[in-house]
């Protein structure tokens, strides 16, 4: 039985289910974040209700706007803290950091367990072999109040990493690689299970980076083979059909470059070498990592960024932000001339700074890059690692292969 199949079975105490079956689940963990906060709020007053399923299961993250840019974002920051105290949620405040990897560090996501959230970047979950869903505000809240959700059981389709990439490229790349050749429409409602000797063997960072992007693919829910530290309870990826597995061939694949408006306009770096860019943001739950901020610290030790370029960094949650102080990465990156905001999603909302201006070329370690993403649609965005980010922001341009030289790593 593929991985969504044996989850939903047993929250919904079958025995078994077949795909585009419909059926109710028991819900584990719910969590929301601010910015769609005040519509919840407003569902359960239009249906007055009063009261959630367990307090203890649900959540709130301010992640979104952690410095608010104006009156309007500061009060719809007040409503959602009125909220929670309301119903006796736990919140997580401006600068606890970005909802998805929270829930890794608090491990609410847990092998075979279910948890849905107002985010469709909660397929992240996937890389504990959770079922983490993204859902829409009403299907929330009637989770909210039952602790049981609705589900149509996705078909699965497997997909075999083949061979292994240059030493130039990370899971980053692999991802848009993946993008480039299957677009948002071929896994549609699908659920992906990654194996093969590549995927099995990276860090549980880059792990988190493919089920972090499995929405970009269009995905329901994405799950990955269990990492080296992993729990027993997490499952060895076999497919179960072979006419359902894919094969992604990934031997030597060089950096990939997303260039704007699309995830999917993905192209191997050399097609984008020498590209001024004027900004250079690395964070959104994609890439802000430790191992991230480690990569980027390795690279600017003792440089210096393009006098013409910025570089914003924005660490993933307080911890990762602690680890790197800690570490020595975040004086790194200020001595090299970058600036390090405080934990949470940052510039890739949009609705806070910094706000590219109208004309700059922007290149980010974000998992989208559709037009006016970042907050000014006269903006261009171009997607990558957080290594070509790094020495992109040396460089004032997007690098060729000759200046990522990586032998000191």
């Not at 992240?124 to 809240?141: C, E, F, K, P, R």
């Not at 984008?272 to 900004?279: P, R, V």
Request: with cysteine; charged share 20%; glycine share 8%.
């Amino acid at each position: 039985m593929s991985l969504v199949n044996k989850i939903i079975a047993e929250h919904s105490e079958l025995d078994t289910v077949d795909e585009n079956q419909i059926v109710i689940v028991d819900v584990d963990r719910i969590y929301l974040q601010d910015g769609n906060s005040p519509t919840i709020r407003k569902l359960f007053r239009d249906y007055q209700f009063n009261k959630v399923f367990n307090p203890d299961r649900i959540a709130v993250f301010f992640d979104h706007s952690v410095l608010s840019p104006n009156i309007d974002i500061s009060n719809r920051l007040k409503e959602a803290l009125d909220f929670c105290n309301q119903f006796g949620l736990r919140f997580f405040n401006q600068g606890d950091g970005i909802s998805h990897l929270v829930a890794i560090e608090e491990e609410w996501f847990t092998p075979g367990n279910l948890v849905i959230a107002t985010d469709s970047h909660t397929c992240t979950g996937g890389v504990m072999q959770s079922l983490a869903l993204g859902m829409g505000a009403s299907d929330v809240v009637a989770a909210m109040v039952s602790g049981k959700s609705w589900l149509k059981v996705p078909e699965t389709i497997w997909i075999k990493t083949v061979g292994i990439p240059s030493t130039f490229a990370t899971a980053k790349d692999v991802m848009l690689y993946a993008l480039s050749c299957f677009g948002d429409r071929k896994f549609l409602y699908k659920s992906i299970e990654w194996y093969g000797d590549w995927v099995e063997n990276i860090s549980f960072d880059e792990a988190s980076t493919i089920a972090n992007m499995g929405v970009e693919m269009g995905a329901k829910c994405v799950f990955l083979p269990p990492w080296k530290c992993s729990p027993s309870s997490m499952q060895k990826i076999i497919p179960e059909h072979q006419e359902k597995t894919i094969e992604l061939n990934i031997e030597g694949l060089l950096p990939y470059i997303a260039a704007p408006n699309s995830p999917y306009n993905s192209k191997v770096i050399t097609e984008f070498s020498n590209e001024k860019i004027d900004y250079v943001f690395v964070g959104s739950c994609a890439n802000s990592r430790l191992e991230d901020l480690a990569e980027i610290s390795t690279i600017l030790k003792a440089k210096k960024i393009h006098k013409d370029t910025r570089l914003i960094v924005t660490p993933g949650s307080k911890k990762i932000y602690l680890d790197a102080i800690n570490n020595g990465y975040v004086q790194t990156i200020i001595e090299s001339g970058g600036i390090v905001t405080p934990p949470g999603c940052g510039s890739c909302v949009g609705t806070q700074g910094y706000i590219p201006a109208s004309g700059d070329k922007v290149l980010t370690t974000m998992n989208r890059n559709f037009l006016g993403r970042m907050g000014n649609a006269e903006a261009s965005i171009w997607l990558a690692s957080p290594r070509v980010a790094a020495y992109t922001a040396i460089k004032g341009e997007i690098p060729n292969l000759q200046d990522m030289q990586y032998d000191s790593i």
